[in-house]
């Protein structure tokens, strides 16, 4: 299969990350937004939804799903985890979880509201 270039804008994505149910991906965009693409050719961007609210400033934010799917977890350059809903793209929660930036998080695979995050300077902190 020849590659697809699906993502035209001037800045870099530091993460990827598939839909565990839907046929869809999104990508962590260093224009502080996560853009969302459908999984199979032609990979189109949908241009009239995507998540926004955190800062990532050039920083390798990653984002990650809820285990049902639901919600779409990030973290941001001002050290915050922020939850969207996956289905409106609203902002539904924030955690001011570090000074620095919040890089990581992780959904505990059998607990679903435990996650886990790390920050720029190595903290990892753990919230229900």
Not at 27 to 55: C, D, L, T, V, W
Not at 61 to 86: A, H, N, W
Not at 95 to 122: L, M, R, T, Y
Request: proline fraction near 7%; aromatic fraction near 16%; charged fraction near 15%.
């Amino acid at each position: 299969m020849p590659p697809y270039q699906v993502y035209v804008e001037a800045f870099t994505c530091p993460c990827v990350r598939f839909h565990p149910f839907e046929q869809s991906f999104v990508a962590q965009s260093n224009g502080n937004y996560i853009a969302i693409f459908s999984a199979s050719p032609p990979f189109k961007m949908n241009k009239y939804k995507r998540y926004e609210g955190h800062g990532v400033s050039g920083f390798p934010i990653k984002c990650v799903f809820s285990l049902d799917g639901e919600k779409l977890l990030s973290g941001s350059s001002e050290g915050s985890v922020y939850f969207y809903d996956y289905g409106t793209s609203e902002v539904i929660k924030k955690i001011k979880a570090f000074e620095q930036a919040s890089i990581d998080i992780a959904v505990h695979p059998i607990i679903p509201n435990v996650i886990a995050a790390c920050s720029w300077n190595g903290e990892v902190s753990v919230f229900e």
